[in-house]
DNA sequence: TTTATACATCGCAATATTACGATAATAAAT
DNA sequence: ATTTATTATCGTAATATTGCGATGTATAAA
């Protein structure tokens, strides 16, 4: 037990799920905030900007890479992070999908 | 350490955060479109529907129930389930906030 | 070549989540 | 009153996540 049974659910919502999962970390929703507003590619003034460790950034940072929504590239002896636009964008249609699907007023509530 | 610091982030990020982690599981992805589908209350037909045991949807109920997404009349000896609208709709928008601001091509990626 | 800087990765401890059996609580049915 | 059905809650084992120090790697600077 403790592990989620990912087999008895559709491809849909377990990529749903994943995809909400990354974003799931307010140290994650922050990194991108910080990047959009920079409206560049930004290093590590997020270990200045946000509390955290090096070590712990470069983690939040890879889990955010891992689903393509940022992307890095090394300038010099730093990266170079940025969103992806097109996998943003994707993501984004994915969320509208979900949620603005008609909810009809239920009987009972 | 192992603990989430919740405390160097903004009440914004928290928030997203949050209401991120309660979707980011693919039992509730299914229970959530299970509830919106049957355009009706629902008991433990999850029970049947999704393969877990009624220990754990109840859980999950419990956490969907918690962000006021969803709302449990009892009726008779069972408890029926639904959407609320009103919720539904604000964290629809919080997410489009989110999502929908501009993000802008950057300099080096 | 040595040193410094910027990141990534490893390993670990603390904490959180997931799942479920057992049991309690409640209401309908007998 | 007893039994049955439906849900909630408790306790616990298995697994996952979070955070960080230590260490490795690659590039730039000296």
């Known amino acids: 037990m403790g592990l989620t049974k990912s087999e008895i659910f ?22 991108l905030q910080y990047i959009i507003n920079q409206k560049a590619c930004i290093c590590n003034d997020l270990v200045e900007e946000l509390g955290l460790a090096q070590a712990t950034i470069s983690q ?26 097109n996998v943003w964008k994707k993501i984004q249609t994915d969320f509208n999908t979900f949620f603005n699907q008609e909810v009809k007023v239920n009987k009972c509530c």
Do not use: M, W
Request: with cysteine; proline share 2%; glycine share 6%.
């Open 10 to 31: 559709t491809d849909e919502q377990n990529r749903l799920a994943s995809l909400f999962k990354v974003l799931a970390h307010p140290a994650r929703v922050a990194i």
């Open 60 to 85: 939040h940072l890879k889990e955010l890479k891992n689903i393509g929504i940022i992307q890095g590239t090394i300038e010099g002896k730093s990266v170079c992070y940025c969103i992806d636009e």
